[in-house]
T-cell receptor
Framework: DQQVKQNSPSLSVQEGRISILNCDYT??????FLWYKKYPAEGPTFLIS?????DKNEDGRFTVFLNKSAKHLSLHIVPSQPGDSAVYFC???????????FGTGTRLTIIP | EAQVTQNPRYLITVTGKKLTVTCSQN?????MSWYRQDPGLGLRQIYY???????DKGDVPEGYKVSRKEKRNFPLILESPSPNQTSLYFC???????????FGSGTRLTVV
C-alpha cells in the first residue's frame, strides 16, 4: 500500500499563476517531508523540505504547507514560470535511517 | 563538482545475461541507495547502504544484488535480468549532516 500518495498525475497552469501540488500520507511517524523536482533525462533534485514540527516553510517562490491532522502536504509555486515544468515528487524521511519514501509524482506543465 | 555518477546511461540487454550498473560519488557520503522509477509507481527503493560493508534490502530487492567495498562505490548487480526489470534506475547518496539525497542522472535499462 502506497504510504505517500500524489493523486494528481498531471497539472497544467498558466505562466504567472499559482501552482499547487498535493501529497497525502498515511504514516504519522516521520521527521521530514521533502519535495524533489525532476526534468527528463536527469535525476531528481532536492527542492524544499519541512519538518514535522512546522506547518509552513518558504523558500523564494516555493512554499510547502503541512496539515498534520489531515495528513496532507502541499507545494505552492508563485508565480509559476516555464522552467518549473517538470515532475514533482514528495517524499517522507525519518532522520537517522536516511530512507526516503516517495510518492508517485505529479507532472507540472506551465503554459506560456 | 559534487556529483553521483552512474554508468551506463542506457543499456539494452537480453534475458539472463548478467550485468552491473556502476555508481560512484565524490562527496564522501556515508549513505547510498538504489531506486527504480516506473510509470505510476514513483521511485521505489531497491537496496541501500549505511556505510562500507553495510547493506540492506529496500522495498523491491528481488532480482538484485549490491556491494559496498569502498565508500564511494555502490554497484547494482542483476545476476539474471528479466523483462520486468526494464526500468529507469537511479543511484543516490546522502550524509546524516544534510538534507535528502543527491541523485545520479539515471540508467535506462531495457531487458528483452
Amino acid at each position: 500500500d502506497q504510504q505517500v500518495k500524489q493523486n494528481s498525475p498531471s497539472l497544467s497552469v498558466q505562466e504567472g499563476r499559482i501552482s499547487i501540488l498535493n501529497c497525502d500520507y498515511t504514516n504519522s511517524m516521520f521527521d521530514y517531508f521533502l519535495w524533489y523536482k525532476k526534468y527528463p533525462a536527469e535525476g531528481p533534485t532536492f527542492l524544499i523540505s519541512i519538518s514535522s514540527i512546522k506547518d509552513k516553510n518558504e523558500d523564494g517562490r516555493f512554499t510547502v504547507f503541512l496539515n498534520k491532522s489531515a495528513k496532507h502536504l502541499s507545494l505552492h509555486i508563485v508565480p509559476s514560470q516555464p522552467g518549473d515544468s517538470a515532475v514533482y515528487f514528495c517524499a517522507e524521511e525519518n532522520f537517522g535511517n536516511e530512507k526516503l519514501t516517495f510518492g508517485t509524482g505529479t507532472r507540472l506543465t506551465i503554459i506560456p | 563538482e559534487a556529483q553521483v555518477t552512474q554508468n551506463p546511461r542506457y543499456l539494452i540487454t537480453v534475458t539472463g545475461k548478467k550485468l552491473t550498473v556502476t555508481c560512484s560519488q565524490n562527496m564522501n557520503h556515508e549513505y547510498m541507495s538504489w531506486y527504480r522509477q516506473d510509470p505510476g509507481l514513483g521511485l521505489r527503493q531497491i537496496y541501500y547502504s549505511m556505510n562500507v560493508e553495510v547493506t540492506d534490502k529496500g522495498d523491491v530487492p528481488e532480482g538484485y544484488k549490491v556491494s559496498r567495498k569502498e565508500k564511494r562505490n555502490f554497484p547494482l548487480i542483476l545476476e539474471s535480468p528479466s523483462p520486468n526489470q526494464t526500468s529507469l534506475y537511479f543511484c543516490a547518496s546522502s550524509t546524516t549532516d544534510s538534507w535528502g539525497y543527491t541523485f545520479g542522472s539515471g540508467t535506462r535499462l531495457t531487458v528483452v
